[in-house]
């Protein structure tokens, strides 16, 4: 079950090429920062969003991604949401499984952030989009 | 319609005090640029823009009779860039003669309204594009410094040092993107041949985050130093950089890792034949 999640402030960044993906690492650090996240739960999400804006980019031809503040009442954490209208992922079980890559990488993106981060949704439709839903709790 | 030009030539001189007035209004910056100086670029501009055949059309700035006006206003930006006026300032330079213009034009068509407005929308957007010209060569002059540093940047951000016969090092610091990656590991690569090393250290201290694509990067420079025949260890791992290395599900067996870059410059002394030890001190019997 999930407990219900409020947000306090938010901000939308763009990703559209390489360097956005720089300020998107950038900010997030700032965010994790703000709410005083240890230095481990700071890399972790800097990594993380470093590897889903990346994915982002490269398979859903750039998006954007919305940093929020949440809280469920008792906890405030960091959400990261990427989105794009990309063609989609047609099999979310393969493309989280380490090592399954479409492209060149190491294939451990999807998979790795999602070991970094607390909560992880992927909501996708083939030839429609993809929004990646990650949150990290302090 | 190319009457409007033919006016601007004929009074070319009465035009020239008409715009430096005009520019008196406001804008002027006496402390960036002279007044003399002031004067003989407007005198330059007005002179390259009535030295253009008369029948030249206004609406097409990219003919060849415009040629000589658009190289002298972007050399203008760039060098109003450099004096520190804002683009704004630098476009006004150029709008600010549309009302000695305007002025002219009204004198010359009468009473004649039609005329009047036809000849004043031309050489308004004939004026227009010339504002924008400055701003396109001002951004452009930008653009190019911004470029230029970006290269500085590449290659100040990747020395390779020599640490001993045999050892070199790379202090890594910042993000590696897939650009800097190939420069890194082009001059690792020629660092090694050069100094006919056997070990290459790679120290990652200075990397904020450590991603797949990171990681994919390092060991590629990894690889290809083992094929010439370097080994490398891989130092500067911190605690949360170990962490999420291991959380992304990276493989780095096959590398041997050091924490400090003191541990990894000590390995490969050791795997050279060397060791470092304190020598005692002994007191001379002179002192």
Redesign the interface.
């Known amino acids: 079950m999930r407990k219900p999640t409020w947000i306090v402030k938010t901000e939308k960044l763009p990703i559209k090429d390489?360097n956005d993906v720089?300020i998107a690492?950038q900010r997030v650090?700032v965010w994790a920062l703000d709410l005083k996240l240890s230095?481990?739960d700071?890399?972790?999400i800097?990594?993380a969003a470093?590897?889903l804006a990346?994915n982002t980019l490269e398979h859903g031809g750039g998006g954007e991604m919305e940093i929020s503040e949440v809280t469920d009442g008792i906890r405030r954490g960091v959400r990261l949401a990427f989105s794009d209208h990309g063609p989609g992922i047609p099999d979310i079980k393969l493309a989280l499984s380490?090592g399954y890559t479409s492209k060149q990488?190491?294939g451990?993106?999807l998979?790795?952030?999602k070991?970094?981060m607390n909560d992880f949704t992927i909501e996708t439709e083939v030839g429609k989009g993809t929004l990646i839903t990650a949150t990290r709790w302090k | 319609m190319a009457q409007v030009l033919n006016v601007i030539q004929r009074n070319q001189a009465s035009l020239l005090t008409a715009w430096m007035k005009s520019m008196q209004l406001g804008i002027r910056r006496r402390d960036l640029i002279s007044e003399a100086e002031l004067q003989s670029q407007t005198e330059e501009v007005l002179a390259t823009i009535c030295s253009v055949p008369a029948e030249s059309p206004l609406d097409n700035l990219n003919a060849a009779a415009w040629q000589s006006l658009r190289e002298i206003l972007a050399s203008l930006s760039v060098s109003r860039a450099s004096q520190g006026f804002t683009p704004s300032e630098t476009a006004l330079f150029i709008l600010s003669l549309k009302s000695p213009v305007f002025a002219l034009v009204r004198q010359q068509s009468g009473n004649d309204a039609d005329q009047l407005y036809a000849s004043i929308t031309e050489i308004d957007s004939f004026i227009d594009k010339l504002a924008l010209l400055t701003t396109d060569s001002f951004i452009h002059g930008r653009d190019q410094v911004i470029s230029r540093q970006q290269e500085e940047m590449l290659e100040l951000s990747t020395p390779v040092v020599t640490l001993w016969d045999g050892i070199v090092a790379l202090p890594l610091i910042g993000t590696l993107d897939s650009a800097r990656t190939q420069i890194v590991m082009e001059s690792l690569l020629q660092a090694i041949v050069q100094t006919n090393s056997r070990f290459a250290i790679i120290d990652i201290t200075g990397v904020p985050t450590v991603d797949t694509l990171v990681a994919q990067h390092l060991l590629k420079t990894i690889t290809a130093a083992r094929l010439m025949g370097a080994e490398c260890i891989l130092s500067g791992i911190r605690p949360q950089i170990a962490q999420t290395i291991v959380h992304l599900g990276i493989n780095l067996q096959d590398v041997i890792t050091k924490a400090k870059l003191s541990d990894a410059f000590k390995l490969a002394l050791e795997r050279s034949g060397r060791t470092v030890t304190r020598i005692e001190k002994t007191i001379r019997p002179n002192q």
């Open positions: 390489p720089v690492r650090r230095l481990v700071q890399t972790k800097v990594t470093s590897e990346r380490d990488g190491m451990l993106g998979g790795g952030s070991r970094l």
